[in-house]
């Protein structure tokens, strides 16, 4: 059975972007996972899963380093899923995205990243 654990806009405030003042007063990021992997149910147990509270600890842990980029911090968190996850890991897909970038005029909705991870 293909088995997909999922968080969808967490909010993370962390030290994270290109210029200094982003990283010394925080942003505000909204991040999106999914953990594709083959699994069985058939069990009442959570070993037999991912459990998504781990995956959120994943997501804000991550985020405590001050760090430039969002593909560093997508990459970070892509390899501590993959430490974590159960085994037949499929597929890991990170949506990172910022709401307001203070250096830039522009009027977008937000900016950010998608990563995805592939396993044979």
């Known amino acids: 059975m293909v088995i997909s654990v999922f968080i969808e806009r ?13 990283r010394t007063n925080k ?5 999106s996972v999914r953990v594709t992997f083959l699994g069985m149910v058939e069990e009442d147990n959570l ?6 509270t781990k995956l959120s600890t994943i997501l804000i842990e991550c985020a405590l380093k001050p760090q430039k980029l969002l593909e560093t911090y997508g ?46």
């Open 10 to 22: 967490q909010e993370i405030i962390a030290p994270i972007g290109w210029y200094a003042v982003e």
């Open 27 to 31: 942003v505000r990021l909204l991040v």
């Open 47 to 52: 070993a037999n899963t991912l459990d998504y």
């Open 75 to 120: 990459k970070n968190v892509i390899q501590h899923i993959v430490a974590d996850c159960p085994q037949n890991l499929q597929q890991i897909w990170i949506r990172i995205a910022k709401k307001n970038i203070d250096q830039i005029q522009s009027n977008a909705e937000g900016y950010g990243i998608e990563l995805k991870e592939e396993y044979a």
